[in-house]
């Protein structure tokens, strides 16, 4: 089978290699769609970060490895203690093992498991790859009414999702999202279907924007053209938002949320700062602001796939699709430099399902 497997930094190769077999309490999947994410950038730009060049504690992979976190397939063959699942029912995957015996695992909290191991980095496969094996508690069915796309953005979407609720949503609420990227758009997306919150968009992007505008963002700014703080609290009545998500991962994105959060509020950081940065501590002391971090989810998905069913998930006009064998060119590429938001590889193109009916 053809999959994509990353052997180093800016060496990724679509090769050939033997398909996988379900062993006990596996599923193997037919890859549908496997969505690129900032972090797959890193890797090719910056890596080997998540893979590893020596044997993961966990899984004992290393490079080269079959790429691809965040994606959906069809069910073709199950191990087993799987055979709850069917061949041809739709699967989005939750891709960190985590060890199930530290203290994190054991309380349930496990995207705290220290030694996470993740399908498409340091696991036995990946998504972008024609069919990969999952263990049975990796795998998440998808109700009719979400399609095979949809099923690839659960993984995102999940991130959003954890960082939404970490900064505690509340009806009447306004809440401002810093940066219009994937998990700025998946926090808009959860956040209008929740009741009565006002959602604010700061992104300095006009195309990003143009794409919150056509998915129904009202209240978009431009923090190139704007003050972000006087705008949010000339839209707030002088108070500030009752809750900022950093989904732009920029100093100036950060102390501009820490700045215009009201009082009490909540600042949850998501985006991945990847070089530290001074701010001005005192502002914590005057506002009492509760800043926080969001790491990837933590049984997020079942709400995630809840909110799909009713329709908060549209993925028109923000997510694109490209050939396997364009991953790099048409992924990758326009990728860095911010020309798309979300672009999915679509792996077994003549095998899709026909669309579930609404
Ligand atoms: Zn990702
Ligand atoms: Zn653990």
Redesign the pocket.
């Known amino acids: 089978m053809r999959a994509i497997r990353f052997y180093g930094r800016e060496d990724v190769r679509l090769d050939d290699i033997p398909e996988p077999a379900p062993k006990v309490g596996e599923v193997k999947l037919r890859v549908l769609y496997n969505g690129i994410c900032g972090s797959d950038l890193h890797e090719y730009y910056h890596g080997p970060i998540m893979t590893r060049t020596r044997p993961h504690p966990l899984t004992g992979v290393h490079n080269p490895v079959v790429l691809g976190h965040e994606f959906c397939g069809e069910v073709v063959e199950v191990g087993a203690g799987a055979d709850d699942l069917k061949p041809g029912d739709l699967i989005a995957v939750e891709p960190i093992q985590?060890?199930?015996?530290?203290h994190?695992?054991r309380f349930g909290q496990?995207n705290h498991?220290p030694?996470p191991a993740v399908h498409g980095y340091n696991r036995e496969g990946g998504g972008l790859a024609e069919f990969t094996v999952v263990p049975r508690a990796m795998a998440h069915r998808l109700p009719a009414g979400v399609s095979a796309q949809q099923g690839a953005l659960v993984e995102p979407m999940a991130v959003s999702y954890h960082a939404v609720m970490r900064a505690h949503p509340r009806a009447g609420q306004t809440i401002v999202v810093h940066g219009g990227g994937p998990i700025g758009v998946g926090a808009f997306l959860a956040l209008r279907a929740m009741a009565d919150i006002q959602v604010i968009i700061s992104e300095p992007s006009a195309q990003r924007r143009a794409i919150l505008a056509a998915l129904g963002a009202e209240r978009l700014l431009d923090p190139r053209s704007v003050n972000v703080v006087e705008a949010i609290r000339d839209m707030t009545g002088g108070r500030g938002a009752d809750a900022s998500i950093d989904a732009a991962g920029v100093p100036a994105a950060f102390k501009a949320a820490l700045a215009s959060t009201a009082p009490m509020g909540h600042l949850v950081v998501v985006a991945m700062h990847m070089e530290p940065f001074p701010f001005n501590a005192l502002s914590l002391l005057a506002g009492e602001v509760n800043v926080t971090g969001a790491k990837t989810y933590c049984n997020d998905y079942p709400a995630v796939i809840d909110l799909m069913t009713r329709g908060a998930y549209p993925t028109e006009g923000w997510v694109e699709t490209i050939a396997l064998p364009d991953f790099i060119d048409r992924g990758i590429v326009p990728l860095s430099r911010q020309q798309a938001t979300k672009i999915m590889v679509e792996i077994n193109r003549n095998r899709l399902p026909a669309p579930a009916e609404p």
């Open positions: 985590t060890c199930g015996v530290c994190w695992c496990y498991c030694r």
